[in-house]
């Protein structure tokens, strides 16, 4: 089982938590501005890389709230967690 340490309320077993997509997507500032095209990319192309990644998490059985996450997709190892809202973490060898 992974243990996954949320920010707000320490560390949990896994099953309290939901992935909610790749970290530090920005929505853009004017959609109706965007080609289909554009939008698509938007909404469905994300990166899928092997090795750390940043995400998304929800910790739904416990406080509630998103917070992000820095994994390595081939270990599954949660390597930090860290806030929503607060700059990705430099530790190295990340994209």
Not at 30 to 38: F, G, I, N, V, Y
Not at 47 to 69: D, Q, S, V
């Amino acid at each position: 089982m992974l243990i996954i340490d949320c920010p707000w309320c320490g560390k949990r077993p896994e099953i309290e938590f939901r992935y909610g997509g790749e970290a530090h997507i920005a929505r853009p500032a004017d959609p109706s501005a965007l080609t289909d095209q554009e939008w698509a990319d938007f909404l469905y192309s994300r990166t899928n890389p092997k090795g750390l990644h940043a995400e998304r998490w929800r910790h739904i059985h416990g406080c509630g709230r998103y917070f992000n996450a820095v994994r390595d997709t081939v270990s599954d190892f949660f390597v930090v967690t860290y806030k929503a809202g607060e700059a990705r973490p430099d530790i190295g060898g990340d994209k």
